[in-house]
Each structure stands twice: as C-alpha cells, then as structure tokens.
C-alpha cells in the first residue's frame, strides 16, 4: 500500500537516505562551523552578553555543551571548558581552557605544563573585561541549567568578586542556540522526518502487522529494530496502541493498565515514534486501521475523527505567530477549537538538538491552562515543533463510543509561517 504521506521504501532506499557515520560528521561539522560563525553572534547581540562560559566534566555534561564540541567528540574530556568573547566589531572569539583542543573550531588557550586551569580561565576573562558574563543557570529551562554546583563555585572562585558580580543567567542564549535551525538545517530536516514516515508506514502494513498473530509490542520492537538497523539513534522507546469496538482509549502520558495487545481486524492503531539523525530529533503520532475481511477503508465515523485532529492542527498553526508566548498560543488554539465543538487537547513541545527540545512550552497534557515558566517563552523564527495533540469523538459504527485521535507532525516556524517538514496525516494507514 502507498500512503497519503509517504510512499513506502524499498529497504535498499531507505538504507541509501542513510549517510555512512563519516560524511555524516563532515555534515555536521560544517552546520557547526556555520552556526558558530553566523548565529552565536547574533543571539550574543541578542541576549547582550559579552561573554558566555559553558563547562563540563566527563560524563555530567552541560545539556549544551555537546551541540558545541565537534564531531567526532562525544562527549567533554576531564573538565572542558569554552568561552565565547563578543568584541566591539561585533565578531564572537571562540575559545578552550581544555587539554586536548578542538581543532579549528576554537583557539586552545591553556598550556597545563605553565598554568592551572583555574588560573588559565581567570587570566583570559581579566585579558577581555567583560561588563555581562553568562552562566548556564535557570529557573525555568534545563537545557539553562547545566552549570553544576562545584562547576559554579569553581568559576566563581577564578572570577573573583569583581567578575563574578557581572555573572548573570545565559538561559535565553543557551536556549536560542539549541532551538534556532539554520537553513541548512532546515533543509534536511524534512528528509529526516521523510525517514520516519517511512519506518511508519511500513510498521503499519502487512509487511509487518499479521492480525490475529502479531501484538503491539511486536510492532514496537520491530520500529526499535528497524531504527537500530538503518543507523538512527531511537531517542526513546516507541510505543503502539490499540483501540477497537469496547475498548477504552488510552491514557494521555501515562501508561494503560492491562492493555488489549494482540492486534485485530477493524483495531484502529496509533503510535508515537523519534529518533536522531545528523543531530537532529523526530517526533511522531500516525493512525492505522486493520481492514476487516470485505472492507476497502475504514469506518466513516473513524474518518470523520482525524479529519477533527486535522482541524485543530488547521488551528492550532494559525495561532503559532512570531513573538506570541506558548501560553498564548495555546490559549488562542483552544478557544478556538472549543468555539468548533472540538473535544480537543494540545501539547505541543519544540524539537531540534533534542527531542523534548528548548523553546516555548505550548501545553502539557496535565496543565491544560497553560505552562509557568516555560509557557511563557516567545516564539522566535526558524525553530521547529512537534505538534502534538489530540481530539475525541463518538463513532457511530461502535455503538457511538468514544475515541481519541491522538497526533502529531513535525514543523517548521520559518520566515514567520508555519509549515509541515514532510506533510500530515489525512488518511489512515490500512492494513488487509
């Protein structure tokens, strides 16, 4: 079967989309080069920081730190400690207080045999007079936050009373570095989510659902498989469900107790799949329906649903405008989406370096209302979203019982409009 989405790939397609581990750091590495170039100092400019100072030891990273380092760093080595230094012209000096050096892509400025790296860090803040310094520590944002304890007492001591009077949080420039996608980026993105519709949609075929035979679990070691396979990184577990004539429907962000799993003829089935590629994330909620014997489609009612859940995507990227908070937004789209008679949910989260990204908070599903701290973050152009929610209606081929269509589709906020990085979900995925 071929989607309305995606037609499916061969195995051999799929697998060329894939680039081999190398060219995939040379991509990578030249985002980075670019980003740091063009984008940091901009959002420096932004935030009016004259300087930023991310540290990491190995193994308790900064959430930032490794979208900074290179490929193929993994991870930060001892302690790893970069400083970003706006001058008068504008330009962004990039440096490392490090023992082994990141190539190009910053000035190594510690010789370990001459100095201590406490020492090193205080001579080079003192050599460039910073009037605003910014540490990774927030309130609201993990990804603000990754400065440790001894890591703030640390860089506090090599400050001194002075310096350290001029510390003050970077949240807003750590989370504009991770959320902001350059236009490179923004191109492969679509292919890389491309490649997930393509893992769901050959999840949900013959090839792989047999009905009466195969459970839900088997659908989702099969994605978890099929991603480890392809080379992508899954970024958690994928989950599939079920819902049929007499079932509830699942819960919303918890798990469901004593699931029917084994999938038959007329189940409606759902999943929520992502993974990383190129250092990018995917998130997505696609439907299906298991053609009883006889049946070419499924049930006018099950229809009728995703085209509501398409109704309230309509709506809720109507109200996705630049400089509007996530509360705002989500304010705007529920309103609306009640005004329609829409049993409606919404909880939308950015995506990009991570799959539960920085940026605005748009709704979580416990916190209809609107989200403190996080909710109130703008929108800022060419950043992405999961557009993640929900609607429920009463279908009348099941005896008028209730059931939720949950989704979810990648997005792009560019050039002040909202646009889908490979389409949406129109029409069920069909399994016979």
């Known amino acids: 079967m071929k989607t309305p989405l995606t037609a499916q790939f061969t195995a051999a397609e799929l697998q060329q989309k894939i680039l081999p581990l190398r060219q995939r750091a040379e991509v990578e590495n030249k985002w980075l080069k670019s980003r740091l170039d063009d984008l940091l100092p901009s959002l420096m400019q932004r935030e009016n920081l004259d300087m930023w100072i991310v540290t990491s030891r190995e193994y308790n990273e900064d959430p930032v730190i490794l979208s900074l380092l290179p490929q193929p760093d993994m ?3 001892r302690r790893t400690i970069l400083v970003f230094h706006r001058k008068a012209d504008g330009r962004v000096e990039r440096l490392t207080i490090s023992r082994y050096g990141f190539g190009d892509f910053y000035q190594t400025v510690w010789e370990p045999e001459k100095e201590e790296q406490l020492a090193c860090l205080a001579r080079v803040v003192r050599a460039r007079e910073p009037e605003s310094i910014g540490l ?3 309130d609201t944002f993990a990804f603000g936050d990754g400065l440790t304890h001894n890591d703030h007492d ?3 001591a090599a400050l001194g009373e002075d310096y350290a009077a001029k510390v003050r949080s970077a949240e807003r420039l750590a989370v504009g570095w991770l959320e902001h996608r350059t236009a490179p980026e923004l ?4 292919g890389i989510v491309s490649i997930g519709s393509a893992i769901i949609a050959e999840a949900f075929s013959s090839r792989v659902i047999h009905p009466g035979i195969t459970t839900t679990q088997d659908v989702v070691w099969w994605m978890r498989q099929k991603m480890l396979a392809l080379g992508v990184q899954a970024w958690f577990q994928p ?3 079920l819902q ?11 798990p469901a107790k004593n699931p029917r799993i084994l999938i038959q003829p007329g189940d409606m089935l759902h999943c929520d799949v992502g993974f990383y590629y190129l250092g990018l994330a995917t998130d997505q909620q696609r439907l299906a329906y298991v053609l009883k014997p006889g049946e070419t489609d499924a049930p006018a009612g099950l229809k009728a649903g995703l085209a509501e859940g398409n109704r309230l995507q309509d709506i809720h990227l109507s109200a996705m405008l630049l400089g509007r908070s996530g509360n705002q937004v989500l304010e705007d789209a529920l309103a609306r989406a009640h005004a329609e008679d829409l049993d409606a949910m919404i909880y939308t989260h950015p995506i990009g370096v991570h799959g539960h990204a920085a940026g605005p908070i748009i709704g979580l599903w416990d916190q209809q209302g609107g989200v403190p701290g996080g909710g109130s973050y703008p929108l800022f152009d060419n950043t992405c979203y999961a557009i993640e929610l929900n609607v429920k209606e009463r279908v009348p081929e099941w005896d008028n019982q209730l059931v939720m269509f949950a989704l979810e589709e990648d997005s792009a906020l560019q050039a002040g409009k909202m646009h889908w990085l490979d389409g949406r979900q129109t029409a069920f995925h069909l399994i016979g």
């Open 75 to 77: 991870y930060a080595r």
């Open 154 to 156: 640390w860089i506090t």
């Open 244 to 254: 049929g004539l007499g079932d509830p429907f699942p819960p919303v962000g918890k």
């Open 136 to 138: 990774n520590i927030s």
């Open 187 to 190: 191109s492969a993105y679509s």
């Open 239 to 241: 989950t599939v469900d």
